[in-house]
């Protein structure tokens, strides 16, 4: 999901690709957590407009938090648990408690997993 402020930009090679999102969640899986980590994230911090990166952990009430600084670089904040409130600093949300990012999920009880 992204987030966008403004008028919506898409590729113009590829019109499903938002060229100028504010933020980006991602919820991670064990096919796609390396990729979203690595090459996925490396092409989304080449978009100006990304000031936010969120990645979603699916097996636990865990969010990481990516923020763009004024130098370029970017600083990772973790929020665990569900009494954790994940606060977005781009955009005038406010916060957003993990236990709403988790509503109905159920953590099973080997390896942690939601079902």
Not at 63 to 90: I, M, P
Request: proline residues 3%; glycine residues 6%.
């Amino acid at each position: 999901m992204s987030v966008v402020c403004g008028e919506v930009q898409v590729d113009a090679e590829d019109r499903d690709a938002i060229i100028n999102p504010r933020i980006i969640f991602e919820v991670l899986s064990k096919s796609t957590e390396s990729y979203d980590r690595g090459k996925k994230f490396d092409l989304y911090r080449q978009l100006d407009s990304l000031q936010e990166y969120i990645l979603v952990n699916q097996e636990e009430p865990q969010v990481e938090r990516f923020v763009r600084q004024e130098d370029g670089s970017w600083v990772l904040h973790v929020f665990k648990g569900l009494t954790a409130v994940l606060d977005l600093q781009t955009i005038t949300v406010g916060v957003l408690p993990l236990s709403e990012i988790y509503d109905n999920v159920t953590f099973g009880l080997e390896e942690g997993l939601a079902v």
